[in-house]
């Protein structure tokens, strides 16, 4: 059975950093996609970040643009683990995080591209 867990969730004062973790279990994600999604109460679930597979050993991401130059997304392969390094926090990043992979090589910012899903970690900045 495959299982995404996040963990690293909290509450942070605005300007502060988490990182969170997402390991998964079941099978080994190190040719997919894995990625980063957010929901905020009222708000539809949105993509945050995603990392792919390694070409040469470099591993290519992609940013929201709200997130770009405050968040890093990385992934160890051999822990099969998926991270989120979130720098510069604001409050308006309040919002469930959720981490999510594919079951193939999408490079797909939609939701709905994506087959696994965690339960979700909740991030909390204050101002």
């Known amino acids: 059975q495959v299982q995404l867990v996040e963990s690293g969730g909290g509450l942070v004062q605005a300007g502060g950093s988490l990182r969170l973790s997402c390991a998964a279990s079941?099978?080994?994600?190190?040719?997919?996609?894995m990625a980063w999604f957010r929901q905020a109460p009222g708000k539809e679930r949105e993509f945050v970040a995603k990392?792919?597979?390694?070409?040469?050993?470099?591993?290519?991401?992609d940013y929201a643009d709200s997130v770009q130059g405050r968040f890093t997304i990385s992934r160890d392969s051999a822990k099969n683990t998926v991270y989120l390094q979130m720098n510069s926090l604001k409050p308006e990043d309040t919002a469930v995080y959720y981490c999510?992979?594919?079951?193939?090589?999408?490079?797909?910012?939609?939701?709905?591209?994506?087959?696994?899903w965690g339960q979700g970690t909740q991030v909390t900045v204050s101002s």
């Open positions: 999510a992979a594919s079951n193939g090589r999408v490079w797909d910012r939609a939701p709905d591209k994506y087959d696994y």
């Open positions: 079941g099978r080994t994600f190190s040719s997919n996609t």
């Open positions: 990392i792919g597979w390694s070409i040469s050993r470099t591993y290519y991401a």
